[in-house]
């Protein structure tokens, strides 16, 4: 789940606005003064367009109250409070996803909370789209991409909850169903981020900026505004995230493509977008039989996150960054198991994967029916919660329920589908690396085959390793071509990866460079301690 709040005491905060807002701050009953005036400076820099003081109560002051007042209730709802921000439908509007959101990230929502924030996010994407005027504020955007986040998160919550219900759906719940059908659609969902990303003109403004051209010039009244210009940026990766879950891979890899993946592009000011981002992309690629692409975009990501200082962060942001690696762990093992790539890896990733190695069993004990059941737990571990664009109703989730039914997913089936026809794969490619050249016969013994089985072995071999992307390109480090009945082999040698080398070393000579300049800090501070300790003895030893 994602809720940006980190954890900073609040009492220096309180102590620098409160006293002079309290006074000018309406009573209302049953709500704590100093909540009150948070809401009331929040609102103040909400008009004021103060951007670092918005990000301030964002990220820091509204969780620090969170925390000391609504650690097991909800904030007041927006009518109690809009009286002090003088009925200001947007900023009523941002209260109300902060209030949602307060309560998907403390306790099991109810199916009224979840249809209301619902409505709010609809009423806040329209409120931005349908403006006639472009709206102005300054947004943080780490607010803006958490809007984007939630929205996905809630989504996917309430498909779980209509798909997989735990317990039986009450009747006053399944009556509510049926009365709104419209909530949490999905085409609505997709609908309320193309429109975003059509008025900011943001695939106009990558591609010049990826040409080098004037970005004003294509931007238009809209996406000059930052507000649209990051949230139609950020909605590009909310419909990559959407068809993903969808299993539509190759149409979700289109809404990301104009977006340059350097390290100076946007999403870079966003560690869980980055991850996120990638994460996303790379199983779209895993899915579309394009490893070697999958294997870099997961090194790359992997190799980011083991060096980011993730300690400012909170922890439940930490901790979902940490289970997004350990299933971009998983998918790499997927791919350097199916395709071994071209260039070494990171040792650090290298080690990661070891645990991913079959296991030492027997030869016979590891054919084709084990393997696929190990792949199948992987994926299984790694893949996202995927949707449907239909859900069921109550009736028959309930149903299904009863009748403990183990729903699988459709991608699911088409990854274990292409998987069986893969699982020879590694074993033709481990006899075809021993030579430069043997007859088909020889490599039918090795496989226990007939020689008509080998042949569309190898021909699967050929297929399986092969992408079409623009033009074929062959993704495996061993290439071969049959004359006659003589397969003759060519070996591929992994590159070697100096300049990861290089960064490693980089990397520890900071380290201790840091270390030393701790070390003598400290040392200094302990010698001024004990000068002022014999000063202070000899000016008394004066004074005597």
Known sequence: ??????????????????????????????????VLSFITHFYNAYRSNNNPELQRCYTMKFSALSKRHFAKSTWPAAEEIA??????EFFLILYKELYFRHIYANSQPTLEQSIGSYDNYVNLFNFITQAETPITTDIPIQWLWDMVDELIYQFGKYVAYRRSPTKPIPAADVERI????????????????????????????LIAASNDQDESEVAGEFGSILLYRNLGYFSLIGLLRINCLLGDF???????????????????????????????????????????????????????????????????????????????????????TLCPPRYALDEAIAKDLSSFSPPSLPPSLLGPPFLSKVFEEWFKNASPRFITYILPTPEQAMAAMASKQVEVSIPQRMFMRDIRQQLLVPKVRSYLRLYTSLTISKLASFLEADESEVRSYLLNYKHK????????????????????????????????????YFLRQISSLDEQLLSVNINTTTLRAGAGAANGSQGSSSSHGNRH
């Not at 009286?83 to 200001?88: A, E, G, I, R």
């Not at 340059?260 to 895993?286: D, E, M, W």
Request: proline residues 4%.
């Open 83 to 88: 009286s002090l921000v003088n009925n200001d």
């Open 178 to 205: 049926h009365a709104n059908p419209h909530v949490w659609d999905v085409k609505i969902i997709i609908s309320l981020f193309q429109y975003l990303v059509q008025q900011s003109n943001i695939n106009e403004i």
């Open 465 to 500: 390793t092969r992408s079409t992307q623009g033009s074929t390109v062959s993704y495996s480090d061993v290439d071969f071509h049959v004359i006659d009945d003589i397969v003759h082999i060519s070996e591929v040698k992994p590159a070697a990866n100096h300049s990861q």
């Open 250 to 336: 190759h149409y979700a890899l289109e809404m990301v493509k104009n977006i340059q993946f350097s390290k100076t592009a946007f999403y870079n000011r966003i560690i869980p977008c980055r991850v996120s981002l990638f994460y996303h992309v790379g199983f779209c690629q895993v899915m579309l039989r394009r490893y070697s692409e999958a294997a870099s975009t997961f090194t790359d990501i992997l190799f980011f996150i083991t060096k980011a200082d993730l300690q400012h962060m909170p922890h439940y942001l930490q901790d979902a960054i940490h289970k997004n690696s350990a299933q971009m762990v998983t998918l790499l093992a997927i791919c350097v």
């Open 1 to 34: 789940m994602s809720n940006p709040h980190y954890d900073n005491d609040y009492d220096s905060d309180v102590a620098v606005h409160s006293d002079s807002e309290q006074s000018k701050v309406p009573t209302s009953v049953g709500i704590d003064p100093s």
